[in-house]
C-alpha cells in the first residue's frame, strides 16, 4: 500500500525513508493537480537544513502514479478471478494511502466502479474498524444474497454499525 509509495519516492530521490514519509504525506498525489503543475517541493523539511534542492511536482506525481496504478492493476488482476455476480458495486479505500490526492479518482478509472475513501481521525483504528467492516460486509452479503429481503436491511446495519465506528465517507 502506501508504504510501497514511501519506499519508491525514497528511492527514486535517494533519501531516508522518514523524509520520504513526509513528502508523500504533504505533498503527494496519484494524479496531476494542475494547479500545482508548476511548483517544485523544497527537500529541507522541519529542522533538517543539510537537505537543499526541490523536486519538481511532476516528477513525483509520476513516481507516485508509476506505484498506484500497479497495486490497482493487480487489484484488477484478483478481481478477475471472480464471477461476475461477485464484482463489488463500489470499491471502499481505506489506510493512509487513500489520502493521496487523486487516488480514488485513479481507482475509479482503472477498476471501473465507483469509489469511496474511508477516513477516520484515528487511522489506525479507522484501517482495523474498515477491514472488519469489510469482513462483515462480504460475509452478510454472502449469506444474505440467496435470500435476497434480508440484504437490504443488512446493509443499512452495516452502514450503520460503520458510522458508529467513527468511519465516515469522504
Known amino acids: 500500500g502506501g508504504h510501497h509509495v514511501t519506499e519508491d519516492i525514497a528511492a527514486a530521490y535517494r533519501m531516508s525513508i522518514d ?46 502514479q508509476a506505484r498506484c496504478q500497479k497495486m490497482i492493476q493487480a487489484i484488477k488482476e484478483c478481481m478477475a478471478h471472480f464471477p461476475t455476480t461477485d464484482q463489488p458495486c463500489t470499491v471502499y479505500i481505506t489506510g493512509g494511502g487513500s ?3 487523486g487516488i480514488g479518482e485513479l481507482f475509479q478509472r482503472i477498476l471501473g466502479y465507483p469509489t ?9 483504528a479507522c484501517v482495523q474498524r474498515a477491514s472488519a467492516l469489510g469482513g462483515m460486509l462480504y460475509t452478510c452479503q454472502s449469506v444474505a444474497k440467496p435470500y435476497g429481503h434480508t440484504w437490504p436491511k443488512t446493509r443499512r446495519w452495516i452502514k450503520k454499525v460503520g458510522m458508529n465506528m467513527g468511519l465516515k465517507r469522504s
Open 19 to 64: 523524509k520520504a514519509e513526509h513528502i508523500k504525506v504533504n505533498f503527494g498525489a496519484a494524479l496531476i493537480d494542475l494547479e500545482h503543475y508548476h511548483k517544485h517541493i523544497p527537500l529541507a523539511t522541519g529542522r533538517d537544513t543539510d537537505a537543499c534542492g526541490s523536486i519538481p511536482y511532476t516528477s513525483l506525481v509520476d513516481v507516485v
Open 116 to 124: 469511496i475513501l474511508v477516513h477516520s481521525q484515528q487511522d489506525d
Open 99 to 101: 489520502r493521496l490526492k
